[in-house]
């Protein structure tokens, strides 16, 4: 692989450009200001070094890797009209496209018709700009092709782990947001840390249920992918899926301009569940309560009244 580009210059595009420590390219649909001036928007008193070449339009051949770093429900009309086809690409966004209840990788697919990989984990872009050790998971059914993406993009600061299920370390990162959105509900109305371990644990469950009907293996859930970016997202404020949560269960206004993949992953996580016959109480719970169909009192009564059984 000859080169290396990254599609998506927020906080988290960045950051893995920063870490990988290597030429690469980063690019975005609107880059002008940080070409001019270098400094990441989204990553206060970051400058990018000059290792890091900033184009608006690349072109990406068939020697190369793309990371995309895009939002998920903005990530096929992304790609639709750019023309990349490289020799492999890395979904490192988290969700589920609602429309098609596609995840990330079968969108890169379908659109750059390559082999596809999976990066996710536990991991704020704060922690990996400030190069503070993380570990995250490359998933990628191509052993050959994952070995080569892991020895290439792992550095110093960043460890990859590499797995054969992208399918579990997809759903992994989509569905641990719907439980972090119900982590900060609990604590933004202030039942308390108990209350909040219950939720993450019955919400692993949960996954778990969903996860392996859609052929996910069980190891990849207790892994980076699953367990580790679940305990990371439900238990921090830099989470964004958590203080969207927070704010609701407060009853405030959530901040506006972020992405929040879990609002949306929570309705097609729910459809699929329903397709599948799967129970979600708690992304059922979610979905209403973003939508304003119940109110706080209500999920919480409506949890509590499940019928008792086995755990």
Do not use: W
């Not at 990406?60 to 023309?83: E, F, N, S, T």
């Not at 993380?134 to 080569?148: P, S």
């Not at 892994?223 to 704010?247: E, H, I, V, Y």
């Amino acid at each position: 692989m000859s080169k290396i580009f990254i599609a998506g210059a927020g906080a988290f595009g960045t950051a893995l450009a920063l870490a990988i420590e290597k030429p690469l390219t980063l690019t975005a649909r609107d880059m002008s200001s940080l070409v001019d001036s270098r400094i990441s928007p989204k990553l206060p008193g970051v400058v990018l070094p000059h290792r890091i070449s900033l184009e608006p339009a690349p072109e990406i051949g068939p020697d190369d890797v793309l990371l995309a770093v895009i939002p998920m429900q903005a990530l096929a009309r992304y790609l639709a009209d750019k023309p990349f086809r490289p020799k492999a690409s890395i979904a490192c966004c988290k969700g589920i496209e609602l429309e098609t209840m596609r995840g990330p990788s079968a969108v890169l697919h379908e659109v750059l018709d390559c082999p596809t990989a999976v990066l996710t984990g536990p991991s704020f872009a704060s922690d990996i700009s400030q190069g503070k050790p993380t570990a995250l998971t490359l998933a990628c059914a191509d052993e050959t092709i994952g070995q080569e993406l892991q020895e290439a993009l792992t550095s110093d600061t960043l460890r990859l782990y590499l797995s054969d299920d992208p399918v579990g370390a997809e759903l992994g990162g989509a569905l641990k947001n719907v439980i972090a959105i119900a982590c900060g509900i609990c604590m933004g109305a202030g039942l308390g840390e108990s209350a909040r371990a219950a939720l993450m644990t019955r919400g692993m469950a949960e996954t778990t249920r969903l996860s392996l009907k859609l052929g996910a293996k069980p190891e990849t859930l207790s892994g980076l992918s699953g367990f580790g970016d679940l305990a990371l997202t439900c238990t921090s404020p830099q989470s964004r899926n958590f203080s969207f949560g927070f704010a609701l269960g407060a009853g405030e206004a959530p901040e506006k301009g972020k992405t929040v993949e879990g609002r949306a992953t929570a309705e097609a996580t729910l459809q699929l569940a329903r397709k599948h016959g799967i129970e979600m109480p708690i992304t059922s719970v979610v979905a209403s309560l973003i939508s304003e169909k119940l109110t706080i009192q209500d999920a919480l009564a409506q949890l509590l009244s499940r019928p008792l059984t086995s755990e």
